[in-house]
């Protein structure tokens, strides 16, 4: 299903720090360098969550393509929430 881009997203209308998906796979992918994993992992789709006001960004295995944990952000600080991230 479409957003009509006539209307804010829910990211916008609450004031999100981190407003769509490009935004989180790129802290995601500095949290994954300073762990010095940005070449062992790739990101499924992150989606947000708003009733959590988070940011759930999966991270694959680049060479399975399982799903091998998340990062999560807070969506309102774009900080990573270090003890819900796996």
């Known amino acids: 299903m479409r ?3 006539d ?3 829910v ?9 769509d998906v490009s935004a989180a796979r ?3 992918f500095v949290w994954l360098q300073t762990a010095k994993l940005e070449n062992s992992a790739d990101f499924g789709l992150p989606e947000v969550d708003d009733r959590y ?3 759930r960004v999966p991270l694959l295995n680049k060479t399975t393509r399982e799903r091998i944990g998340e990062v999560v952000i807070d969506a309102r600080t774009s900080l990573i929430l270090q003890d819900k991230s796996t």
């Open 3 to 5: 957003r009509n881009m």
């Open 7 to 9: 209307t804010p997203s």
């Open 11 to 19: 990211t916008e209308q609450r004031k999100y720090a981190v407003l």
């Open 26 to 28: 790129q802290i995601a």
């Open 53 to 55: 006001h988070i940011w």
